[in-house]
């Protein structure tokens, strides 16, 4: 079975750029989370969404960062502009709730913004 | 303070040895408990989850939680080399959304041959 899926695995881009982050959740799975991992900080949840709805973003640094899921099969979080404190591996994950408990984690996307 | 508190380590472990694993947690009323692996570049992924106060074995490893102290740890018995990573302890809170999980910032494991 294919897991998360997420696009790109490595972004290096210019302060200033936008940058789209993709991710395909796990199909049947109806709750989808974006993270943020950095040395400093750990693994930030940023945006949960239930059922293609947003259900928190208090995790979201501030209005530079948008994340959508129009359907149940694709997610996008992006970033404009970006600036190099972006710079960090964000992950994207899915889950099936209440059913389950795990939360499966993509490969991950890693961001450098220069 | 940190809503998960795991020590940062490393915790160097010789090969065949217990590692054992400390977590703690601010919100009395957590009632789900995780314990993830971290590769190096990898994604994290599940070990174990336990959600009763004693203890819960799968394999090598054994989750301990102790709600009255607010505290959740992991022993991995028999460590070996491919047990080095760093090991994130993982809590849903009482007032999470279903699936919503608050992370500590892991704990590395070295495991020396």
């Known amino acids: 079975d294919a897991g998360v899926i997420q696009s790109p695995r490595h972004e290096v881009t210019e302060m200033g750029q936008e940058v789209t982050l993709r991710c395909k959740p796990i199909?049947?799975?109806?709750?989808l989370f974006w993270y943020r991992q950095t040395m400093m900080r750990g693994l930030e949840l940023l945006i949960y969404?239930?059922?293609?709805?947003?259900?928190?973003d208090s995790g979201m640094p501030e209005d530079r960062f948008s994340a959508k899921m129009p359907n149940a099969s694709f997610s996008t979080l992006k970033i404009q502009p970006s600036e190099p404190r972006d710079s960090a591996v964000y992950f994207c994950?899915?889950?099936?709730?209440?059913?389950?408990?795990?939360?499966?984690f993509g490969e991950g996307s890693w961001l450098t913004v220069v | 303070q940190k809503e998960v508190e795991q020590n940062s380590g490393p915790l160097s472990v010789p090969e065949g040895a217990i590692a054992s694993l400390n977590c703690t947690y601010s919100?009395?009323?957590?009632?789900?408990f995780f314990w993830y692996r971290q590769y190096s570049g990898k994604s994290p992924e599940l070990i174990m989850s336990?959600?009763?106060?004693g203890d819960k074995e799968d394999g090598r490893f054994t989750a301990q939680l102790n709600k009255a102290s607010q505290y959740v740890s992991l022993l991995i018995r028999d460590s070996q080399p491919s047990d080095s990573a760093t090991y994130l302890c993982?809590?849903?809170?009482?007032?999470?959304?279903?699936?919503?999980?608050?992370f500590g910032a892991g704990t590395q494991v070295v495991v020396t041959p």
């Open positions: 994950a899915s889950s099936l709730v209440p059913v389950g408990n795990t939360i499966y």
């Open positions: 199909s049947g799975h109806n709750s």
């Open positions: 969404f239930n059922n293609n709805v947003p259900i928190d």
């Open positions: 919100d009395r009323g957590s009632q789900s």
């Open positions: 336990i959600y009763s106060n």
């Open positions: 993982a809590v849903k809170g009482s007032t999470d959304s279903w699936g919503k999980l608050q």
